[in-house]
């Protein structure tokens, strides 16, 4: 399927397209406004930490509001809009998957980040001002590093995995019951193989298969990740590409059906608004509208 949405790098955020960098930590109010798409994705993670000032993010249609001691997480090929970072004070860190697996041969240890790589879960995290001061004081050592003249790769990503580890124990220790660590894992290579096979609208057997483990077993472990069965997961991960379809391109309901694998464009129209609570034509107009009319 042909993408609709320009990819950038971390080298295009710091205007420096053909910059191969993988890791950089910005302050808001230093930085220079990027020559980026207004709405596009990334190839890379993205960490906002907010000290003062409001603001709000937009990822696949969900906005938003960025308050004063939050943290707010932007992953590889989400659909992402930034509202206004200027009157903000804080600022963004940048860094590839192969930054943060850098001499670490396991991706797992990426997997077992809740907060990253989950369309379910909210990027936006609140912390109280005893977790945000511990959380700042690491990213002042990381800045600290990457201003020196013999800044080391390695400190640097310690200093990273340091930050992402005392993310985490911020949400477990929030979270009512956290999901166990095998199961997270199983559930993010489980949304890997349906970012790469959404397209052929394929069954939970399917997946199950690719993981080596029963359809039942599948449904268990995405219930308890994000509370829906792996075939909720399936069709809502379809929907999203068709919103992004219709909002972004010209093509009819009709050939948006055919190019997900639906069997025809009727079955299509009700599945979508059963997700949506509105008929795809309905939600074409309404986001051409707002997005495409700027």
Not at 45 to 59: A, F, N, P, V
Not at 61 to 80: A, D, M, R, T
Not at 125 to 147: A, C, M, Y
Request: hydrophobic letters at 35%; charged letters at 25%.
């Amino acid at each position: 399927m042909k993408e609709i949405f320009p990819h950038f790098t971390i080298g295009h955020f710091i205007n420096q397209p053909t910059n191969p960098t993988e890791f950089e930590i910005l302050r808001f109010e230093e930085m220079e406004e990027p020559n980026v798409d207004d709405i596009h994705k990334h190839t890379f993670y993205e960490i906002l930490w907010t000290e003062k000032g409001l603001s709000k993010q937009i990822i696949d249609y969900k906005e938003y509001e960025v308050l004063p001691n939050s943290l707010f997480f932007i992953s590889p090929n989400q659909v992402h809009e930034f509202e206004e970072w200027k009157p903000l004070k804080g600022g963004t860190i940048l860094f590839t998957e192969d930054f943060f697996l850098l001499n670490h041969n396991n991706k797992d240890k990426l997997f077992e980040l809740t907060f990253l790589d989950n369309f379910y879960t909210n990027p936006c995290v609140q912390l109280d001002k005893v977790n945000f001061t511990e959380i700042k004081r690491t990213i002042d050592l990381i800045t600290i590093e990457q201003k020196r003249s013999d800044k080391s790769q390695t400190i640097t990503q310690s200093l990273l995995h340091i930050l992402l580890a005392q993310v985490q124990r911020c949400i477990d220790t929030e979270a009512k019951k956290p999901a166990s660590r095998k199961y997270l894992i199983l559930y993010k290579q489980f949304k890997n193989l349906l970012d790469k096979h959404y397209s052929k609208n394929e069954a939970t057997s399917f997946f199950a298969q690719q993981l080596h483990v029963t359809p039942h077993h599948l449904n268990l472990i995405t219930k308890e990740v994000t509370g829906k069965t792996a075939t909720e997961v399936i069709r809502a991960r379809s929907i999203l590409e068709a919103k992004r379809l219709l909002t972004f391109t010209d093509k009819t309901v009709s050939q948006i059906a055919f190019e997900l694998n639906y069997s025809d464009s009727s079955y299509f129209a009700k599945t979508f608004k059963a997700e949506t609570k509105v008929s795809p034509i309905v939600f074409k107009a309404e986001m051409s509208e707002k997005y495409r009319t700027r």
